[in-house]
Nanobody
Framework: QVQLVESGGGLVQPGGSLRLSCAAS????????MGWYRQAPGKQRELVAE???????NYVDSVKGRFTISRDNAKNTVYLQMDRLKPEDTAVYYC?????????????WGKGTLVTVSS
C-alpha cells in the first residue's frame, strides 16, 4: 500500500501562484509515475501533469507554460508549481502514484486539495 498526503491548496487571485506538494509513504516500488489530476465541478477528472524519472514531464495543453511538475525521489514527493493561475484552473487537485509491480500497475490517490482562483 502507498499513502499520499497532499498540501498547498487554497484561494488565490487570477494571475497568482500556488505550489502543491504530495508526499508518498508506504510500500513504494522502484518504478512509479507521480502526477496530478484535477476535477472541476460538473466535469470529469483530467490529468494535469505527470512525471517519471528520466522522462520529460507530460502536461495537459491548458497548463503548458504555466505549471511545472517536479519530484524529489529521496523524499518520495511530487510538487506542482502553478503560476499565472486562471479561474478555469479552479478544481480539486488529486495526487496520483501509479506503482508498477512487474507487468501490472496499481493507482493510488490522495484525498484531494481544493484550488480556487477568484478575485
Amino acid at each position: 500500500q502507498v499513502q499520499l498526503v497532499e498540501s498547498g491548496g487554497g484561494l488565490v487571485q487570477p494571475g497568482g501562484s500556488l505550489r502543491l506538494s504530495c508526499a508518498a509513504s508506504g510500500s513504494i516500488p522502484s518504478v512509479y509515475v507521480m502526477g496530478w489530476y484535477r476535477q472541476a465541478p460538473g466535469k470529469q477528472r483530467e490529468l494535469v501533469a505527470e512525471i517519471t524519472s528520466g522522462v520529460p514531464a507530460n502536461y495537459v495543453d491548458s497548463v503548458k507554460g504555466r505549471f511545472t511538475i517536479s519530484r524529489d525521489n529521496a523524499k518520495n514527493t511530487v510538487y506542482l508549481q502553478m503560476d499565472r493561475l486562471k479561474p478555469e484552473d479552479t478544481a480539486v487537485y488529486y495526487c496520483n502514484v501509479r506503482a508498477y509491480y512487474g507487468g501490472n500497475y496499481v493507482d493510488y490517490w490522495g484525498k484531494g486539495t481544493l484550488v480556487t482562483v477568484s478575485s
